[in-house]
Structure formats: C-alpha cells, structure tokens
T-cell receptor, first 115, second 110 residues
Framework: EAQVTQNPRYLITVTGKKLTVTCSQNMNHEYMSWYRQDPGLGLRQIYYSMNVEVTDKGDVPEGYKVSRKEKRNFPLILESPSPNQTSLYFC??????????????FGPGTRLTVL | LAKTTQPISMDSYEGQEVNITCSHNNIATNDYITWYQQFPSQGPRFIIQGYKTKVTNEVASLFIPADRKSSTLSLPRVSLSDTAVYYCLVDKSSGDKLTFGTGTRLAVRP
C-alpha cells in the first residue's frame, strides 16, 4: 500500500532531551517535507527536501534539524526540545516540488508534548 | 508569495451544496490552485486542483473565474462525513515551499 508512515505517533518528553521523529514513504517520491500544526495557526512548513542530500528551510525551521540520506526517509530531529515545540507534526511527500501539478501525500501525524 | 484568504468557518445541513470561496489576489500566471481536506488528527488529503475555468472530479468541483483572483470549491450534497477543515493553496510556480493558511472549518449538521 502506498503510504507515508511516521513514528512515533505519540510522544511525551521533557525539555532538552533529544528526540527524532521518523518519516518514511514507499512511493519513490522526490519531495518530502515536515509541517507542524497548532490551533489557530494552521499548517506551517518546517523543512523540505527536493531530493537526497538536498534540504531547505520552510517557514518555521528554528529548533529543528532534518536529514535526507535516503530517498524514502526524512527524519525530523529536535536536538533540545522546548515546550513551545509541543505540537502535531505531519510529514508529507510528493513526486515533485509543489511548483507543478502534483499531490502531496501526508502521514498520520505525530503528537508531541514537551514538558 | 501568493496569499490566500478563506472564511474561517461555515455551517451547512446534510444534502445541501456547499461553496467555499478563496481569494488569491496575487496569484502568478503559472500558479495552480489546490484544495485539501483535513479531518481531526489526520493529515490533509488532496481534493482537487485547477488552473482556470472549471474542474470536476468524483468529490468536488472547482470554479476559477477568468481573472483567477479567486476560486470556489463546490461540494455537492454534503453529508456529515464532509465535516472537516478545507484549505485553499496556491502552488508557487517558481519555488519549492508550500504554504497552508488556516483553512475553512465546515460543519455539516443533520
């Protein structure tokens, strides 16, 4: 089944404890991205990747890192999480960047709470 | 960056047609207009995309006037399961970012 998977789905952690949220897609998509969703603010893009070893900042990159060593995986890393990073996170992928006719496929989401 | 403006919320009843209008005054010549649907605690799901005039699929229709400064998503005969948030996006034709607004929260009542 074609899909985007994220792990973990739920995570409660404490301030400063490094964590990684994994994202994997099995559709051979070139483009992958991470979003966070907060009440009243909609979806905001954190980082995106056009292809392996190519990443760039979205609208809210502060406090996050990403890597794209393989085409199918795009982990989101929080080196020192803070309470303001408590949010619902979505990973997405598509064949091409959003500058052409293409559909973004979203993962199920990861609900992160930083105490 | 083409910014979109949508109503924050809309209410409807089962069986009615719902039209959600999105304003995008700064749309560029090569930009497409895309709509996504999101249910609570789920990722957004692609509904429809268009460039001009009218596009229809099994879920919805998208109407785009000649000046392309707005677009209307039409959901025929909505049901309770259409209760969701609907996002209008303008795909940048010259960039790689994708910007979602806050969307329109549609509530369908029995």
């Amino acid at each position: 089944e074609a899909q985007v998977t994220q792990n973990p789905r739920y995570l409660i952690t404490v301030t400063g404890k490094k964590l990684t949220v994994t994202c994997s897609q099995n559709m051979n998509h070139e483009y992958m991205s991470w979003y966070r969703q907060d009440p009243g603010l909609g979806l905001r893009q954190i980082y995106y990747s056009m292809n392996v070893e190519v990443t760039d900042k979205g609208d809210v990159p502060e406090g996050y890192k990403v890597s794209r060593k393989e085409k199918r995986n795009f982990p989101l890393i929080l080196e020192s999480p803070s309470p303001n990073q408590t949010s619902l996170y979505f990973c997405a992928s598509s064949f091409f960047a959003p500058s052409s006719y293409n559909e973004q496929f979203f993962g199920p989401g990861t609900r992160l709470t930083v105490l | 960056l083409a910014k979109t403006t949508q109503p924050i919320s809309m209410d409807s009843y089962e069986g009615q047609e719902v039209n959600i209008t999105c304003s995008h005054n700064n749309i560029a010549t090569n930009d497409y207009i895309t709509w996504y649907q999101q249910f609570p605690s789920q990722g957004p799901r692609f509904i429809i995309q268009g460039y001009k005039t009218k596009v229809t699929n099994e879920v919805a229709s998208l109407f785009i006037p000649a000046d392309r400064k707005s677009s209307t998503l039409s959901l025929p005969r909505v049901s309770l399961s259409d209760t969701a948030v609907y996002y209008c996006l303008v795909d940048k034709s010259s960039g790689d970012k994708l910007t979602f607004g806050t969307g329109t929260r549609l509530a369908v009542r029995p």
